[in-house]
């Protein structure tokens, strides 16, 4: 599995990412926004965490696994003659430009392509963009109302 370094501006409530202490890489998810009887911030403890570089946090990449996840099923259908994608009840998932980053999610190098997110069968775009981990495709499919 591939990762990358989240920006502060990444976090919010919801955020999944993994936090390296003495002892290991532990997974870390924002459920609340207050901890602790000091009233500190999750939140600020992680920006804290990355700006000051005293414990390393690194999130995911997002993998068909975590599609899969999500309720997405791979299908073999194709786009524009591009990548397969997924479907979800009357929603398409697909990875556009030149499939690289579609290659990756199934064991090939990493590329940031473009996922697009279709509605129905006349193929009406909903979303073109990155989505670099389970964090955004789950907002996006909350902001779409894609259940």
Known sequence: MEYYKP???DLRLGYECEVY???GWYKYLVEDLQCGSDGSSLI???NWYIEEGLYEVRTPFLTKEQI???GW???GNYRDGGSKGFEKGNYYLFFTGDNSLYREVFGTKRNFSKIEI???KKFKTLFEGVIKSINELRTIQKLLKIK
């Open 73 to 75: 099923k791979h299908t």
């Open 21 to 23: 202490y003495p002892s």
């Open 44 to 46: 600020g403890d992680l």
């Open 118 to 120: 279709l509605e129905d």
């Open 68 to 70: 899969e996840g999500e």
């Open 7 to 9: 920006k502060p501006e």
